[in-house]
DNA sequence: TCGATTTATTGTCAAGGTGACGATAACTAC
DNA sequence: GTAGTTATCGTCACCTTGACAATAAATCGA
């Protein structure tokens, strides 16, 4: 027999953003006061609605974009997973769609006192429960802190939350921000500039800084990441984050 | 200025399910032949409708039972992502949840002649072009088989393809069909049970088989993945499929 | 101007992991 | 029994990593 299908729910469909950076050699996450009931005044994931004929990614990037007041986001943005409908929010069955940022430190414009306002938070806080988050919004950021530390393994998306060019002390500092860890800085330079396909040195140096002027690095080309196809496996052997 | 949120879209919502399992040194999938437009009589992934109160994982092993006819669908089930609801199907705007399952190969009910008739089929056939699925199912087949392939590198879930016990040789099998590489069964023996926390001897074997008899393992208690928790990475350093 | 300090970069070395492959062990098939 | 097959244990060269010495090239302070 046929199964019988039962009307098929439609559900509101959001989209939120768990935006990472790293300023000052700490991770922060890109938070909003919320303005309307529920957790009125509580902190939260940037997001919103899902429009019609919008795709996932782009609704993701549209809220950050309004949200922030930022028109252009710099970074990478990717899917990072759906938070089922079932109870997460007292006024219904939404399902979310969460998406992870990972970019350089941009300043978002502190709206007028009546929009929501967002800024950047540091992880740890949120992490040691001195910072609150609304709805699911805790496990979200846990599951996109994990997500991103263990791409910082294997792929080149480290470079994602630097600028165009960076030195290898900069990158080191995400990494360790990231991960929470130190690393020997001439290990890690050994590996960086070691693995083929991942850096490419631009011939320019930092200058006035302290210490000894740095080499400026780009992404290669090569270690691009595809729109659309997976971000490809440039550090290979990978370099892992320290266990125990 | 408060922003003007539009009403919020309600989308009907479907979750899709990628099941692999390696049967005779093959990795397999599981795929319907449709038997309502559109796309009638094609081949697709299995799935449904989510209903109203449910849970994302939970509805997919929902619709999996019912269109195997199995009840207890045994693996790991998890969560791949979500393609957004933009033209992905001719009828209009529909989000889909896909997930992936890996698990032994168990056999699925040839329902009767006017059920939705579920069976599997090579990987390889579809990624070939002789095998045609219906709306976006071959890109998320390849995402299924992307993340797959990852996670056996750095997570015990190559144990989800066998039974309960198994031998160092199916587990090298498993990996062997998912990556579509050979691998040194001495090295591969190595690296499996060289890995601690990852393999506990039964202290059984086979019988019965040509060659000497090999000893019956399961995954160790260690390395059961914890509900609701990341899959461990209890291969580490990672166990890298061949590059290049 | 001249160390003192700071940071970048190049090496060195031992330990551990991997790929390639030899050698046995313990069965089944005939 | 003998041949064939599969499992398991070893060996060895090579590569990568972690720990850490040494040098280079700037800024900073007096």
């Not at 009307?7 to 909003?32: C, G, H, M, Q, W």
């Not at 939260?44 to 252009?72: C, I, K, N, S």
């Not at 990717?78 to 089922?84: P, T, V």
Request: glycine share 10%; aromatic share 6%.
């Amino acid at each position: 027999m046929p199964k019988s299908y039962p009307a098929p729910a439609r559900f509101p469909v959001t989209v939120d953003v768990v935006a990472l950076t790293v300023s000052e050699d700490v991770l922060n996450v890109l938070l909003i006061t919320r303005l309307i009931k529920p957790f009125r005044g509580a902190l939260a994931l940037p997001g919103g609605f899902v429009l019609a004929g919008e795709d996932l990614v782009t609704a993701a990037g549209r809220e950050l974009a309004e949200e922030t007041g930022v028109e252009q986001i710099p970074g990478h943005l990717e899917q990072l997973g759906s938070y089922g409908p079932k109870g997460r929010d007292p006024r219904g069955d939404v399902l979310t769609v969460a998406h992870l940022l990972l970019a350089p430190n941009f300043p978002v414009l502190s709206a007028g006192s009546d929009a929501e306002h967002a800024a950047w938070y540091p992880v740890s806080q949120v992490l040691e429960g001195v910072l609150k988050l609304a709805f699911d919004h805790e496990r979200i950021l846990a599951d996109a802190l994990e997500r991103a530390r263990s791409k910082l393994e294997y792929s080149p998306l480290g470079v994602a939350f630097c600028g165009e060019e960076f030195t290898i002390a900069q990158l080191r500092a995400v990494y360790e921000a990231v991960w929470g860890t130190r690393l020997d800085p001439r290990n890690f330079h050994r590996k960086a500039t070691g693995t083929p396909g991942f850096l490419e040195d631009t011939g320019r140096m930092t200058t006035g800084d302290a210490g000894r002027p740095a080499a400026l690095f780009r992404l290669a080309e090569a270690a691009r990441p595809l729109t659309g196809q997976p971000t490809r496996a440039v550090l290979n052997p990978p370099l892992m984050r320290p266990r125990d």
